[in-house]
């Protein structure tokens, strides 16, 4: 009796290109690609893309409450919350009780002012290398097509699902 003949397994870069005409998988991976430059960027100063959109928000809307960031971020409380005890314990951001107890509200330290000062020019670096291969028209035209589909969709995802 003869064994039957082992399938040929395809090699890996195959099996991914099956998946790279899907939106979904391309989004996700530009991701992965624009948080890898950011990385590099900016990784003298310790601090995430998410991290630094933060103090972003913070900077433009001193006193900024929690909740406020949180929609703003697309993130749910817990999430937000864990993004501010890390900035907080790292110097970069100060929490104030709000009027009441449940209100907090968000302000950057003077540390946190500049290091945000100094992390421009490198994430500015990050975010110019992402659309590089693009012409400046085609730059403009691909955030117009990505802010038109994020504004359409923006109902979906706007928080992270709760985990059960």
Known sequence: MSEAPRPRRPAAEDLAALLLARPGVLVR?????HSA????????????PVQYSLL?????APGLDQGGAAGALRLDRFT????????????LLRVQAGADRRTRLLW???????????????????????VEPLSGREQ????????????????????APKVR
């Open 108 to 130: 950057l330290t003077p540390h946190g002012a500049q290091v945000l000062e100094a992390m421009q020019p490198s994430a500015g670096r990050a975010h110019d290398r992402l």
């Open 29 to 33: 991976r530009l991701h992965q690609i």
């Open 56 to 60: 972003t928000l913070v900077a433009a």
């Open 80 to 91: 937000t919350a864990d993004v501010i005890k890390r900035l907080v314990g790292a110097g």
């Open 140 to 159: 403009a035209t691909l955030l117009r097509m990505l802010k038109r589909l994020v504004d359409r969709h923006a109902a979906l995802g706007a928080v």
């Open 37 to 48: 430059m950011f990385q590099e960027e900016c990784a003298a100063f310790g601090v995430t």
